[in-house]
């Protein structure tokens, strides 16, 4: 009777002791594979250079993603976001809202523009990478807005490469809000900008086949505004 009784007593003090105890922060994260970690590390880290944007064009309101290339507030975005554009606001991820005006438009089928906004402060940037080193199979992340949920990460690999379209294939999700936004490698670096998706209900939903513009033909449109507009 008294053995029963002291394991009893013993095992509710064991249970007293388990609820009181605080598992290391680093405990948790050394339970996360390698990709969460680094896919937690390039959306905190990638985030605040990334901005939604709200156009209003005569069919209605266009909604896309932005990229800052530059902190004094020029953003690189898809051109069908802003074309033909009455009004374009933009909202970083503190939550401002900033009138923007179009600084420069691709014209070609790479779908890309600039658009500047006059920001209090100097914002973070992103980092462009090399879309030549990109491979078949690679792991990549997505960040934009769709349908109006700002920030939103999705994950992915790239599905295939289409030479002739100047197209990367991915199976991110990307969706009605996402054009523009960024297509990323695990280090961080831009390697594509998101621009369209196909499946058979008018691009209404995604159905794993995403399209983005390779990030180098993102870097020969902003060295020639640059050239013969004056990015700072």
């Known amino acids: 009777m008294f053995k029963k009784t002291f394991f009893s007593l013993l095992l509710l003090f064991c249970l007293l002791l388990l609820s009181n105890f605080n598992v290391p922060s680093f405990a948790l ?12 590390n ?9 901005v939604a944007i709200d156009a209003d064009l005569d069919q209605g309101i266009s909604s896309g993603t932005g990229c800052v290339i530059d902190p004094s ?15 374009i606001e933009v909202t970083t991820q503190s939550g401002k809202t900033y009138k923007a005006t ?11 523009a600039l658009i500047k906004i006059t920001p209090k402060e100097k914002l973070p940037v992103i980092r462009l ?19 109006g949920f700002r920030g939103t990460l999705t994950t992915g690999i790239i599905s295939r490469i289409d030479y ?3 197209k990367l294939q991915t199976d991110a999700a990307i969706n009605p809000g996402c054009s523009g936004g960024p297509l990323l490698n695990l280090d961080g670096e831009v390697i594509g900008i998101n621009q369209s998706i196909y499946n058979p209900d008018n691009n ?5 086949i995403g ?7 993102a870097k020969e449109f902003i060295a020639l505004t640059k050239n013969t507009k004056k990015i700072p």
Do not use: C, M
């Open 73 to 87: 507030g020029i953003i690189l975005t898809s051109s069908h976001v802003i074309n033909k554009s009455k009004n």
């Open 29 to 40: 994260n050394s339970a996360r594979s390698s990709d969460e970690s680094a896919s937690i």
């Open 102 to 112: 179009v600084f420069a438009v691709l014209k070609d089928k790479n779908d890309l």
């Open 42 to 50: 390039v959306y905190e880290k990638i985030t605040p250079s990334i």
């Open 164 to 166: 002739e379209r100047k």
């Open 204 to 208: 209404r939903s995604n159905i794993g």
């Open 211 to 217: 399209f983005a513009v390779p990030v180098n033909y």
């Open 129 to 147: 990478g090399d879309s030549e080193t990109v491979k078949v199979g690679q792991r990549v992340l997505a960040i934009g807005n769709p349908f």
